[in-house]
């Protein structure tokens, strides 16, 4: 019985603190498994809040070039068109943008129509040749600029230019 207790306390605690060296590596590799993790969630998180978002400033864009030859076109020869979907409520392009067709997303998409140019010479396309349209066509050039801006979250602006062909000159 003497010699058990005396070999148990020769004991060094090596195998204490083997265990303890090997827990500690675990915990720090888990912790940097987890940072990584929360790390790349929020990564995604804002891609798709930005490609949200710029789908969201691209629906205005189409949106409002859906109102071309409607009764609230934006492209009459205003200097500034500040809200092209002022007066739609059923009709509005933008209403099946969110599942939700009273979805707030609407209100944060900002598209505004500027007129750059009026009786203007129209572009021709490369390698056109023969005939001269000038007096019959003019050209008004207009902007169109989109944004969408959710507070906290992506902020993105789209802008496009668009040619209208107008027959004959109005000055």
Do not use: W
């Not at 990564?43 to 978002?53: A, G, I």
């Not at 997303?105 to 056109?128: A, E, H, K, Q």
Request: hydrophobic share 35%; charged share 20%.
């Amino acid at each position: 019985m003497r010699t058990e207790i005396s070999h148990n306390q020769r004991q060094s605690g090596v195998a204490l603190v083997t265990a303890l060296l090997f827990l500690l590596v675990v915990t720090i590799i888990a912790v940097t498994a987890a940072n990584n993790s929360a790390l790349g969630l929020k990564m995604s998180t804002n891609m798709q809040d930005s490609y949200q978002s710029f789908q969201a400033a691209e629906a205005g864009i189409y949106g409002v070039l859906s109102l071309a030859g409607s009764s609230t076109e934006p492209f009459d020869r205003r200097t500034q068109v500040s809200d092209p979907f002022a007066g739609l409520s059923a009709s509005h392009p933008l209403r099946n943008l969110a599942d939700d067709p009273n979805s707030p997303v609407i209100d944060n998409i900002d598209t505004d129509v500027l007129l750059l140019g009026v009786d203007r010479s129209c572009p021709r396309p490369p390698g056109s040749r023969g005939g001269n349209s000038v007096g019959l066509f003019d050209c008004d050039f207009y902007r169109i600029q989109s944004e969408h801006n959710e507070p906290g979250r992506a902020r993105t602006r789209v802008e496009l230019g668009v040619v209208k062909t107008v027959i004959g000159s109005s000055g």
